[in-house]
């Protein structure tokens, strides 16, 4: 079985397995979008200051908000502003509490700045409203994660389909035929379109085969 924590190989025989954390962290692909096509972080970035400074990824668990949300806090750090570097400051709520840390991470961003905000459904409606009039006084651009609209500038609804999911394995490292086309429009099907949970069912598989490649 992998090991998320620590994106273990498997590597017997000096192999790796392409699907293990390692290369399917966040990060270490390249955001698409839902139809596979190339996904561009410098246009949202230029939508979400048109749009006021405040906008949201929106869609369901592994849909690739939070990779996308990542792609453009790079591009962000990249994109220097008036001859400086941009402040960019990454947050993930993983409960409500976790809200007093967003806000003091506005409080002490400078104008311009920007924070990126993974799962902004945590803050509830209250918490959401307080954070993005704190970011709109202060002159701080606010990206976020949710899961459905929370009321704010919508940069894109992601969506997820069999050939996402084939362009992802693209990248990743060769899988020397340890899984099929087949397995792939398995996984995907049995993850109910979570690329996340198809990665992690694709990892299984590839162990698998190369368990009866070994016997």
Not at 59 to 67: A, I, L, R
Not at 183 to 190: G, I, K, N, P, V
Request: proline letters at 5%.
């Amino acid at each position: 079985m992998r090991d998320d924590a620590t994106g273990r190989e498997s590597v017997p025989g000096g192999e790796v397995n392409p699907f293990a954390t390692k290369y399917t962290r966040l990060g270490a692909v390249e955001p698409l979008e839902g139809d596979g096509r190339t996904f561009d972080p410098a246009a949202v970035l230029a939508r979400l200051e048109s749009a006021g400074g405040c906008g949201v990824f929106v869609g369901p668990h592994g849909s690739g908000k939070s990779t996308r949300l990542e792609a453009c806090a790079r591009a962000a750090e990249d994109t220097p502003r008036a001859g400086l570097s941009r402040a960019v400051r990454r947050v993930r709520l993983r409960r409500r509490w976790d809200l007093w840390g967003t806000l003091r991470a506005v409080l002490g961003m400078p104008a311009g700045g920007l924070v990126c905000v993974d799962s902004l459904e945590q803050a509830g409606r209250v918490g959401t409203f307080c954070l993005t009039r704190l970011a709109r006084l202060r002159g701080v651009e606010l990206l976020a994660t949710c899961h459905t609209p929370c009321g704010l500038p919508v940069m894109a609804m992601c969506h997820t389909s069999l050939e996402l999911l084939k362009r992802v394995v693209e990248q990743l490292p060769p899988h020397a035929g340890l899984v099929s086309q087949q397995d792939l429009a398995d996984a995907f099907s049995a993850a109910n379109g979570n690329i996340r949970d198809a990665l992690f069912e694709l990892y299984d598989r590839a162990e698998t085969a190369r368990s009866r490649q070994r016997s």
